[in-house]
């Protein structure tokens, strides 16, 4: 069998929840560190993230379809504690894990489309949006979720920039951008595996080069990057002058770059107020590099501990202390020499 065909059959057993077991969504792609395997063991999961128009109505059909997905509270307290659950305690998902669907277990997060579209395009909570700064599989595509990620995948090539040094390798470049949504994240310190970013990049480099080569060449034909072959990659080295850097800088989303200044307001008459962004100039690369990570450490290490919550009150102890030991047992097989 072909790579295409092999590819068409791992896509189409990869839909399958959504054909057999799932109410209809209006967007679906399948991630994770099972993906990157030819032969995952069988106590492995498959992820999926589906955005949904209303998620209230899509957990009301879902709970009369498949109840035994949720924990047994959360079925008895209805859609709407569920989707209470997952805007006021987490940041917008909700995820059913340990979900058994023929021979494999799954985990889903069903979002609302539009939360899901403002964190990918003003990384204001910076969870959604770095899982899909990744390889993911697009099982049900959205044009319109396409065009803001291609914003999205800009915005991050632009803050690992300047998180580089002057010269760096094309690895080097796909393992930044996978570590942005890790700045932070309070998982890596216990219940993550340490070689996490390696395995990603490692396992998906074909990946990472098809969603990201094509704005490197952009970068390389403005005079952003130069680039020459040297070893197994391909080394690129940028300019890191004032003015590149600026440039860098002002493609991320304002709720970074407002992060250097703060925000202003310019007043009219009467209560009538405008927020005025102010423009957003850096005087080094250190200082635009320091102000990202600040950034980003911020949203991760928030977006994670609501999440965490979130999970642990949706799944009830038992579940979750499932779900949490499996996670720090592959992290303590890392870190074991």
């Known amino acids: 069998m072909n790579a295409v065909a092999e590819e068409e059959k791992r896509a ?12 209809p969504v209006d967007f679906c792609c399948a991630y994770g560190s099972t993906l990157l395997h030819a032969r995952p063991d069988g106590t492995s999961m498959v992820d999926y993230i589906l955005g949904v128009a209303d998620p209230l109505q899509w957990h009301s059909e879902n709970l009369e379809r498949n109840p035994g997905h949720y924990s047994r509270w959360m079925s008895s307290f209805g859609a709407g504690a569920i989707t209470g659950l997952a805007d006021r305690v987490g940041v917008g998902v909700y995820f059913n894990p340990f979900v058994e669907w023929r021979d494999k277990r799954i985990k889903y997060g069903v979002v609302r489309m539009r939360d899901l579209a403002m964190d990918v395009l003003t990384w204001d909570r910076f969870y959604l949006s770095g899982r899909l ?22 915005m991050a090539t632009s803050a690992s920039l300047l998180l580089l040094p002057e010269e ?123 102000c990202v990570r600040r950034a980003l ?34 992290a303590w097989q890392s870190r074991v020499p």
Not at 310 to 316: E, P, V, Y
Request: with cysteine; proline share 4%; glycine share 6%.
């Open 12 to 23: 189409a057993e990869l839909a399958g929840p959504l054909r057999d077991l799932l109410p």
């Open 133 to 154: 700064q990744k390889p993911v599989h697009i099982l049900v595509d959205n044009w319109d979720m396409r065009k803001v990620n291609s914003i999205n995948l800009e």
């Open 168 to 290: 760096f390798t094309e690895y080097d470049l796909y393992a930044q951008i996978c570590s942005l949504s890790y700045m932070g994240d309070l998982r890596m310190l216990f219940a993550e595996d340490k070689d996490k970013v390696k395995k990603i990049v490692e396992g998906s480099f074909q990946s990472f080069q098809l969603m990201y080569r094509p704005l490197l060449q952009e970068y390389i034909v403005e005079g952003l990057l130069k680039t020459s072959s040297h070893g197994q990659y391909k080394t690129f080295q940028q300019d890191c002058g004032l003015s590149t850097t600026n440039e860098l800088f002002s493609v991320l989303p304002w709720t970074i770059q407002s992060q250097m200044q703060g925000r202003h307001k310019l007043h009219g008459k009467g209560n009538f107020s405008v927020e005025m962004p102010p423009r957003a100039i850096v005087s080094s690369k250190d200082m635009a590099a320091n």
């Open 297 to 330: 450490r911020r949203r991760v290490m928030v977006s994670s501990v609501r999440q965490a919550v979130s999970g642990l009150l949706a799944s009830g102890g038992a579940v979750a202390a499932q779900y949490l030991g499996k996670k720090m047992a592959k």
